[in-house]
């Protein structure tokens, strides 16, 4: 256990917090040296302060660890993971920053400043060279700040990339069928959702509008360009608990037939699989040949919940391609999204031993 | 009663059968004098053959009507209403149409038949001009066919017809979240549908591709002109008992603005609201300002489920303007459409007393 | 219009509060005069003020009305409904009495206050018997509280009252399957509901197991004397949008078949149903013959929500007889039950013309 | 892998057939040498005869495999598990075993058969002493019959052992609330149980009453003498996808407090524990000590799925105690208790290696 990375997870009690609990606690480099949260939950034992709502137990190592207020001088960590609340993660994000503890956050309170990297790690992963410059900036010394996309945005941009890449994405149609967890908890009442769809998720379409001309932008003298294609994004909420389906149409620069689509999408791989970090997917995307899938509930959990499952590859009469995608809200797109960041961090060296709390063996 | 129109529900066992005889139960003008359904059903009492799905108790005066033959000699009526399954309803359909009764046809067998009117009857009701050229080309008597479109079809096409009219569509892009019922009984098993999406429904785009042109083509000639705009169709089957929601965007031929869009929608009426048809809603369209409506659960009985009703008209950075459309898919998409159409066969006197059985007072 | 009672409703926004508008649009009796709620509604329109989740619509007529003050002064009406949260009904529905205006509540707070009537108009309808009690204990001139049972025992006792009049009932087991909307709105959010069940409610055992005995107790000098049996309650939440259903065994001090257990509940009727009340379904129980019924979804509008569906009444091996049970929790089990309680009080003359607002002609 | 036993899976393409798939992937002694279905699916590969319902993938190494006739001239294994339908499981597994292949089965149809253990092995291990009797009586050679509970009838008799073994167990009054999973695929559709509860399914409730005695009866001289308690037990099905809960009513012989009967269940441990088998749960019952657990959502997975949780242990006005249980129906309550059934037989050598096929190393 001594050469773990100590991590402190912000936000710990609500959904996404979960999340990273549950993927941090077999994690091979990372070992949660601390739970903070708002008001209300610190002071708690973790078992008391959360309403354990996966459907895997509550690990026993974090149960009784208390919670702790999100404060920099009450953790004890090499760096935090964020799953704070957007409405208040951006002053508490750059606090710890300034105090010296680099933050890989899920909120989006920072993801659109141009100084933050807004990364996924076998998508972006040459962003994270805009850190230096962050530093400069804001006065870092050994703090910075890294965020991950929005959950909708995590599938689809994880698609483009290799499409983008190969033929040129020009336009991007968006439908999304979006599951209750992503509204995390207690979000949506069950009296608004059991046989119904709700078209409308506040802020949603923004993000999915404007966070993949980012993520798939050009790194310019520590500046990103946004990459020059239009998205236009229409969603919906559905009665599913994980996994966000989408329904995609997109316009290419270059010309492709949708087999050459289906080859670019399942031979991607990135910087993540080429170093084998623990949480990558072997493959970012997998292909499905069926007729009727990717399936919210069958397709959600492949590779753990980071692959993205893409299927129905066929031309579109009024843009170029359509298919479907499917991605998990909290694993792809959230919590699992981070720390492959994290992880990336470590092996692109960002992330150094002993920078702060000198715990690292 | 004497003076009501006699009239057989084919295929009146399935979901959409007991739709019909749930909207006909006290209809002004017809009066079910035969239910008929497939071989393993002719013979039992009603209530013993049907499943009754419905949420309104089985009719009473349905209970114990005998299920017969769907054969002409054995129903008698003044015309049929056909719930058949589209597998098996084309010849029968025919067979009912040669012998002298007209047949009122929720079916697809014969939707795209050149000859056949593919009617809503306030989107196109000058459609059923059509008919005497059928009767020619087929050589029938005082029997025809009308048809209604596909469930998906008749939200989406009911939308686009004011839209056309006032500024001409170019192109539509819709993504569909249907309902179970669309599937029928027993449809889409549980294990399939709860916690899931599936994104496929077999057959469902190519008819959502086709019907609309024809339904907004031109009459010329006794021909229809399919309408020149271009439809993309992707459709997903969520866990929702009824109502189909879409997300649409479509291109325009000419200028408008959002509020354009709104009036001409919310303004729209034809020939069945100016003639007070009773199954007419009294607005086809019902235009929503709230952010988050329409919902499935709580719009698709709009106007007892014969309205569509359309939320959140804005512009789309691809095409010109998005929207979300719901309509409840087994009433405006199937048994009250075709009920509606009835109503507009009598009314512009397709549908002729004592044709045929001679019964009416 | 103008004979009509004025009639207000306290709690007007919440779920049961809906359901009230919904069912007085059009009643034949009561005009609804006021809509009155909690602080943060009161000074609004209706139609901002309150989240309308039903799927009809927002009647026309209350849209537009102002959100009054839960206060008497700023009330005017004949008599008063209140929807009140439990947590702050009690001296709210005492206030208003004690201003003279009788309330006919669905809350809690009062129903097991000795001089307060439980009552289920077509149970125990002798029960306002203890109103003039009720007055002068505490005073009230023209006011007075009446208030109807919990969502779950509605159904059940409804069940109970022909088999304790017929065969004595001496025990009763119940297990209910309660649907979101017992909980109100938001209630219980959708990460807990869907996919699953949670087999607790806070407070509602207790109330199933005490109200029973109260509602079906003899009425002794102006006092009710509990009736003789033991309830043992086990609750269950279940991802149900509307209706209870309750797996019943029962012990009888008489002998009897399953016949006649289906006899005497199919043929019950009390006061309402021989006064013919307007909201008095045409029997307060209905008996289904068939293996696999009442469903939830298939009967709980049965007689538009107002009677209770039995089934599968059969021998028990441990108690005597066990059946299943379906009722509407806000139909029978809320509005609907306070409603048909203010008829009978009209009938049984308890509720007086002029009284206090002199406004009916 | 040499050493590891053959084991053939008869019904391998249905619900419960995967799940034997899914649990057996990773198996430390058994590995899958043959899968069998019915004559529709014999023939093809298992990837096309079989429609993978599990949210983990369809494991490589059985997707390719041929699927097989259910005869045990074309099936090479040691021992077979069946999941084959009940309604024809009968012939087939006396078949197999005539033919000289044990065959632990999850089938319904030779579970009352007197010489027959009805196992489950960390609840009645000592029933595998009627097999000598079992191939005395019909002459099997090698082969033999052992057959797991109903899915239902699972988690009760589990909760149901150590009270029985404390306290005496005298009667039981059980409402089961079923998962969708239990009745398979394509099983309920999702018309008939979205938004529904549905009271009834059919046989259910005989095995509920029937099986729990035989399980835990006692044996005597080779026969099994039922156990002197009564059964009670009303099912419904609800809409989840997975694990069954149940509101359960005891009454005991002897004297006991709640907390007896917690103690009593969450320190049982049997045989399997003891021996510490590769699929037996640490303990056969957790018990949750929360106001609101079971959960079927959050607790279906306990133990892998090992593991009948239980809680709100509280005294029942009627007979002593209630509770609330959950267990998985298609992995405690079917494959997992089959596998479990055959590493006991193993372990108490009753399969012993080389039987048959030879094969083993």
Redesign the interface.
């Known amino acids: 256990m001594s050469g773990k990375w100590k991590v402190a997870v912000l936000g710990a009690t609500g ?1 996404v917090g979960q999340r990273f609990l549950q993927l941090l606690e077999n994690h091979p480099w990372f070992e949660v040296s601390a739970l903070a949260a708002s008001e209300q939950s610190a002071g708690k034992l973790y078992r008391d302060a959360a309403n ?6 509550l690990p026993e190592r974090f149960a009784d660890l208390p919670v702790r207020h999100a404060r920099p001088e009450e953790v004890e960590a090499d760096f935090a993971f964020s799953a704070l609340d957007s409405a208040i993660a951006g002053p508490i994000e750059l606090a710890f920053a300034r105090a010296g503890l680099p933050v890989v956050s899920n909120a989006s309170a920072h993801r659109m400043d141009a100084d933050v990297p807004l990364l996924l790690a076998d998508v972006n992963p040459e962003h994270v060279a805009l850190l230096p410059e962050q530093r400069r900036l804001r006065g870092f010394s050994s703090g910075f700040l890294v965020t991950n996309p929005n959950c909708s945005t995590a599938g689809l941009v994880t698609a483009l990339k290799p499409l983008d890449a190969a033929f040129g994405v020009e ?1 991007v ?1 968006v ?1 999304t ?1 979006q599951a ?2 992503g509204a995390g ?16 998720i506040s802020g949603e379409e923004e993000k999915l ?1 404007s966070e993949p001309r980012k993520i798939l932008g050009q790194l310019l003298d520590a500046a990103i360009e946004p990459a020059p294609f ?3 994004a ?1 969603v ?1 909420r ?4 994980d ?1 966000h ?1 989408e ?1 995609v ?1 997109v ?1 290419l620069r270059g010309k492709a037939t949708a087999a050459d689509l289906a080859q670019a999408l399942s031979e991607y791989v990135s910087e993540p699989q080429r170093a084998a970090l623990p949480t990558a997917p072997p493959r970012p995307i997998v292909v499905r040949p069926e ?8 397709d ?3 590779s753990g919940g980071m692959a993205v499952v893409v ?2 590859i066929r031309p ?4 170029d391609f ?1 298919f ?1 995608l499917l991605s998990h809200n909290t694993i792809r797109g959230a919590a699992g999204a981070a720390i492959l960041n994290a992880e990336w961090l470590v092996k692109s060296k960002f992330l150094l031993p002993g920078a702060r709390s000198g715990a690292k063996g």
Chains 1, 2, 3, 4 share one sequence.
Not at 185 to 200: C, K, R
């Open positions: 959904l354990w709502l996966l459907d895997t137990p336009a149609s439908v069928l209750a967890s908890h207690p979000g949506v009442a069950s009296m608004d959702l059991l046989d119904n769809v709700i078209p409308f509008e239009t998205v236009s229409q919906n559905v009665p599913v608990l996994g389906l329904s149409s316009k007729s009727n899938r990717p399936q919210t509930r069958l959600r959990l492949a299927g129905r579109c009469p009024i843009l359509r479907s």
